[in-house]
Structure formats: C-alpha cells, structure tokens
C-alpha cells in the first residue's frame, strides 16, 4: 500500500489526477489524500507521512518550492518524494524545484494517464533507492567506523604486546644473567666441595696412622713409666680417653667421606630382615652382653625389602648401636625392631627404654653431624644419626622420632615401597 498526497488548490486538477492514477500503479495498491493549500499540505504530510507528494507550483496561498522547503523541515532526510507540478512548460521553473529537492517534475496540460503513472512510480522507486542506498551507506559507514576502532584497538594492543615482550626479553635476559652467575657459583661451589671433601679425607686418612702411633707410644709409656705421683693414674686414664675420642673422631669423619664418594648408583636388592638383624646383632654382640639387653624382633608383617643392603644394614647397626649406648643404667635395656607396611611404604621401627631426650629442645639437632645430647653415657661423636638421616634421604625415604626424657625412643623410618 502507497500512500500518495495531491496537493493543489484547483479541485478538478485534482479530481484529474485522483482518476489518472486510479486505486493502483503497478503493482501497488494507492492509498490518495488531498491538500488545496501548502499549510494543508504540510498538516497531512506530517499526519501521513504519504510515499509521494504531487505538489503544483501555483497555490493560493504560496507557492511549490516554499512548500517543498518546509516539507523538507518536518520529513527525514533523503526520505522525501516530490514530483513539481508546473504550468506553461517553464523549464527554469523545473530546474528549481530539481535543486531544490524534488526527484521529479510534470508540466500541466503536457502529460497523459500513463506519464503520470510512470512518473510517480519511478519517484517512489527512485525514493525508496535513496534510502536504501542511504541505510547501506549508513551500515558502511558504521562498519568502517568499527574497523577504524579495531585497528586502533589492534594498534594498541600491539604496542602493549611489543611492550611486554620488550619487558620478557629483557627478564629473560636478567634470568640468563643470573642463570649463569648460579651456574658459575655452582661450580665453585661443587670445586670448593670437592676440594673440601679430598682434604678431609686426606686428614683423616693421614692422621689415622700419627694417631695409632702415637696410642702405641703411649701404652709403651704407661706401663714403662714409673711415677710416684699420687694423680698420674688419673692423667693417664685422661689422656687415654682423649686419645681414644681422637681416633674415633678421624674414624667416624672418614666413613662419612667415603658414604660421598661412593661412586654410581648403588644396586638394591630384596633383603632379609631377620637374616640382615642377625648379621647385625652378631656384631654387636659384645655391647648386647655387656649390656644385658634384651633384643625382640617382629618382622611377620614386612619379612624383606627392597633395598641397598650395605646402606640398611648401616641404618639398622647405628640405630640398634644408639639403643644400646644410650640405655637407662637404672633398667635393663629393652629393644624392639618391627617392620610394617604403610599404605605402598616399608616402615622401619627400633623402640627402646632409654634414656630419651627433650624433642622440643634437641629435635631440630638431632640429625646434625657432631652433636651429642648424653656425652656422660659413653663415647661418641655424633656421626652415627647424621649417617642414618643421609642414607634415609638418599633412598627418598625419611624418619620420625618419637621421644620422652626418662622414658624411651622410637625412630620410625619410612624406607621406600614395600617389597611384595
């Protein structure tokens, strides 16, 4: 449907036109609405807002461009459709109204049934291109606008990403700098170690010998000796045990050295708890007697594990070595080795009734090397828990203590997976 609005003050022109026109053009229905004035026209204009205006140059009142500019007031832009009605063929008349907006023009008198029609349908169709082409450039222009701010957008993150990678190049470059530096002190570091490690193992082998002499002269002197010296039996029981703590000493520092330098990885194997334990108990049978200790075992939870032999019988001898020197002189001493599993880990237990230690004062101490907490209880240095620790840790293992002063100690030690 088209809505078309007639506007002249002379009423059989417009009868003419209404009849011309009749109730379609094409293929559109019509849809006519008449003004005799250009204030009338413009009222119905806005109240109708028609597709087309046949607006006569002559009326009454004023004439067509006036009309034709305040249409041009009130319609949107690009959306209005006029087509100048004008007498006596005034062709500069036409030229007016073609600039002054009117898409087209007809001369009274001068046109048919069939000019009118084509004139008006041409108009619309050539409005309705207007607006379209008005509403894509519009789109265009929007597109354009929303790709002007994406480039910007893009412009800016680039920037910010040419920033950030300035920024990473040069942390990557600090972190290689550093890198480097950590490498180099590294290998200082792994030098001085080494060095550290040759020298004491140097000392401690080349002191064995001196010492031993020197033990040697010393029993030579004791017993060729003769004093009349009320306290020399006393000086030579302190220099004894002096001398005893010495070779000790550079003993205990030299098995720590050589557990370094073992070279490769070491092969473990499935190892037998009762078998390992008697092996140990064997050695240390001297210090079982004299101790009067009693030794349970309960290994039917856990019989064998997978371990390095030589390291778990280390671990099992200085342990079971502890228990025994640091025993409670009022009681007999009484030690338990057990074994259990543990979710996938093999756990290792030696409970005794020994003298205990404060855990809150020492614990943190406990596994240092040199550190002793009952150096009235018998000799020592302290190596013997530092050996355990390292040996634990190297398997990927570790220990828990539980302790209580007068009463007793238990190291649980969590040796790896379980063997099946």
């Known amino acids: 449907m088209k809505k078309i609005l007639l506007v002249d003050d002379n009423e059989q022109d417009r009868m003419l036109y209404k009849r011309f026109l009749g109730k379609q053009i094409g293929h559109e229905r019509l849809e006519i609405y008449e003004a005799d004035s250009g204030q009338d026209a413009l009222t119905t204009f806005q109240a109708q807002q028609p597709d087309c205006v046949l607006l006569d140059y002559n009326l009454l009142d004023t004439d067509g461009l006036e009309v034709l500019e ?12 006029v087509v100048m009605i004008t007498g006596g063929g005034n062709e500069a008349l036409a030229v007016r109204a073609l600039n002054s907006g009117a898409l087209d023009y007809l001369v009274k008198q001068h046109f048919d049934q069939e000019l009118l029609c084509k004139t008006v349908l041409h108009a619309i169709e050539k409005n309705e291109w207007r607006q379209y ?104 029981q302190l220099v004894d045990t002096s001398l005893r703590a010495l070779s000790t000493t550079i003993a205990d520092l030299s098995m720590v050295i050589q557990m370094e330098r073992v070279p490769g990885e070491q092969v473990t194997e499935l190892v037998s708890l009762d078998e390992l334990t ?25 019989p064998a594990v997978h371990y390095v032999r030589s390291n778990l019988r280390t671990i099992l001898l200085n342990l079971l070595t502890n228990a025994l020197k640091y025993r409670h002189h009022e009681r007999p001493a009484q030690v338990q080795v057990r074994t259990r599993r543990e979710g996938n880990h093999a756990i290792l237990e030696v409970q005794d009734n020994g003298l205990g230690l404060n855990m809150e004062r020492y614990g943190k101490d406990l596994f240092q090397l040199f550190r002793r907490f009952h150096p009235q209880a018998g000799e020592g240095t302290g190596v013997g828990l530092f050996l355990v620790n390292r040996l634990v840790q190297a398997n990927g293992g570790s220990i828990e203590v539980d302790s ?11 040796l790896g997976s379980a063997a099946g």
Not at 70 to 81: E, G, I, M, Y
Not at 285 to 300: C, K, L, M, R
Request: charge should be negative; aromatic fraction near 4%; proline fraction near 3%.
């Open 133 to 236: 082409m008005a509403r894509y450039h519009a789109e265009i222009k929007t597109v354009n606008q929303q790709l002007r701010d994406s480039v910007d957008e893009l412009t800016e993150v680039r920037q910010q990403i040419r920033h950030k990678n300035t920024l990473l190049t040069m942390a990557n470059e600090e972190i290689r700098a550093r890198n480097e530096q950590l490498d180099t002190s590294n290998q200082r570091l792994a030098r001085t170690n080494a060095d550290l490690d040759n020298f004491v193992y140097a000392a401690s082998h080349d002191l064995r010998q001196p010492v031993d002499n020197l033990r040697g002269l010393f029993e030579e002197l004791r017993h060729s000796a003769v004093t009349s010296d009320p306290e020399a039996e006393q000086m030579w």
């Open 278 to 302: 008697a092996d140990v108990l064997q050695t240390l049978h001297p210090q079982v007697i004299a101790s009067e200790a009693t030794i349970g075992t309960d290994f039917s939870a856990l």
């Open 404 to 414: 209580q002063e007068g009463v007793g100690t238990t190291f649980r030690v969590q």
């Open 70 to 81: 305040s249409l041009k007031q009130v319609a949107a832009p690009d959306s209005l459709c």
